[in-house]
């Protein structure tokens, strides 16, 4: 972490740039103030709540939360680092840490793994190594490269693991792996554009994953959209449908008994 211009940022190697602090310690400001809402911050101005979990307790407690599904912030956008390895080694220190701070109240906090499947040997091995941590899941990128898409059979024993485990496997906002690194300079329009249109990563990932039939070959395996909004769902099933109805000669997987792509969401 550096400071720069007095504010806190996340760097991995030179001036590849991870995050800032601000938003998550902006709480509330989206109701109250909107516009004072800002990726620079001081971690200092972070709520104990973030870090500590006997605090992030009394905090529920304060907000009438009863239990938690923890996701990493910041830890999000360390699946842009382009050194796998690195990743992988980030990942697992997280991971511990994250079991560490849900070990606190395991009835009330439920942790999410990070996984990183460039090797994936060793995304089995962690996968393995964090259900026997007691996470209750686990994070893979939303959408892995253009090279690496879910349809390939390259993962087909990490689904076998994950629904041999139970592991719910989330694609969530702001994984994508190697995207666009960040650098020193300001977020603009490019960031307001990619916002708008997020949903075109997971949805290419969900379509890959239902067309290839991943879902019809592990019943018992679920995937979580998480932090996408709703509002593309209904449209995004409809043309799920119309492809495989109407473009059979696209779609050529074809699932067991009269199961629709939309039936698997």
Excluded at 48 to 61: A, C, F, N, S, V
Excluded at 137 to 166: H, K, L
Excluded at 227 to 254: M, S
Aim: aromatic letters at 12%; charged letters at 25%; glycine letters at 8%.
């Amino acid at each position: 972490m550096k400071r720069i211009n007095n504010e806190d940022q996340l760097f991995v190697e030179g001036d590849q740039k991870i995050s800032g602090i601000g938003q998550i310690s902006d709480a509330g400001k989206r109701f109250e103030a909107p516009e004072d809402i800002s990726a620079e911050g001081l971690f200092d101005n972070v709520h104990e709540g973030g870090y500590d979990p006997h605090q992030h307790l009394i905090d529920m407690k304060l907000d009438g939360v009863s239990g938690e599904v923890l996701y990493p912030s910041q830890g999000l956008f360390y699946f842009s680092v382009p050194d796998s390895e690195l990743t992988s080694a980030i990942f697992r220190v997280y991971n511990d840490w994250i079991a560490e701070f849900c070990s606190c109240n395991p009835g009330k906090l439920k942790g999410i793994a990070m996984i990183n499947l460039d090797d994936i040997d060793d995304g089995i091995a962690e996968l393995k190594r964090t259900a026997k941590l007691g996470l209750a899941g686990a994070m893979i990128s939303e959408f892995p490269g253009q090279d690496r898409r879910y349809d390939q059979t390259y993962y087909n024993r990490f689904w076998a693991e994950a629904e041999s485990v139970q592991m719910p496997l989330s694609l969530h906002t702001a994984t994508a792996r190697h995207g666009e690194s960040r650098t020193l300079t300001k977020l603009g329009i490019r960031q307001a554009t990619a916002r708008a249109t997020k949903t075109y990563w997971v949805n290419t990932s969900l379509c890959d994953i239902i067309f290839s039939g991943v879902l019809d070959r592990h019943p018992r395996l679920r995937f979580v959209v998480a932090e996408f909004e709703l509002a593309w769902v209904p449209y995004f099933l409809r043309t799920l449908d119309y492809g495989y109805i109407e473009r059979q000669f696209e779609a050529t997987y074809r699932f067991k008994g009269n199961n629709l792509p939309s039936d698997f969401f």
